[in-house]
């Protein structure tokens, strides 16, 4: 693939043909200003060459992404944002992340790749969620976490590492 980089949104009506192979937008969405989408996941071999990353990104419907946002394609799945999310500006998702319905994500938050964020969960400000972490459904990571083990169903974690406070 002849690939230049990720796609900013700012004053298109439409996305471009060239990443239509790239990017499914749903009903509904919104992208403010300086949001780049589906550029390139930061994946190296151990001999420095870059990793190719040959799939996609997903916004399904009534998603809001706030300015200044990163969701970079995934390398081995498609990066997913679930319907009804609500991303707040400068936020990162990171190549083949999945990110359920109804989330809410704060202003600075760090998803790393291939993590996987259950249904009707908050992830509140300057946060950052380690690689290849499952936090489960109806969860909440608080502000100025790092969390770096998986979190079950229902459950409360923050701190610098996080560590479960309660459920919820």
Not at 72 to 85: F, P, V
Not at 151 to 157: I, R, S
């Amino acid at each position: 693939m002849n690939y230049t980089g990720g796609l900013c949104l700012d004053g298109m009506d439409s996305i471009p043909q060239n990443y239509k192979d790239y990017i499914y937008m749903g009903k509904n969405v919104i992208i403010k200003t300086g949001t780049i989408l589906a550029g390139d996941g930061f994946g190296y071999n151990l001999d420095l060459s870059h990793k190719e990353h040959g799939h996609g990104i997903q916004i399904k419907d009534n998603v809001h992404i706030g300015s200044l946002c990163t969701i970079d394609r995934g390398r081995w799945r498609d990066t997913i944002i679930g319907e009804n999310t609500k991303i707040d500006n400068m936020v990162h998702i990171a190549h083949n992340c999945i990110i359920g319905e109804n989330c809410i994500i704060g202003v600075g938050v760090k998803i790393l790749g291939s993590v996987e964020i259950g249904n009707d969960t908050s992830i509140w400000a300057n946060t950052v969620i380690h690689q290849g972490v499952k936090i489960g459904n109806n969860c909440v990571i608080g502000a100025n976490s790092y969390l770096r083990k998986d979190v079950k169903d229902g459950q409360m974690w923050y701190g610098v590492p996080a560590k479960k406070k309660r459920n919820k």
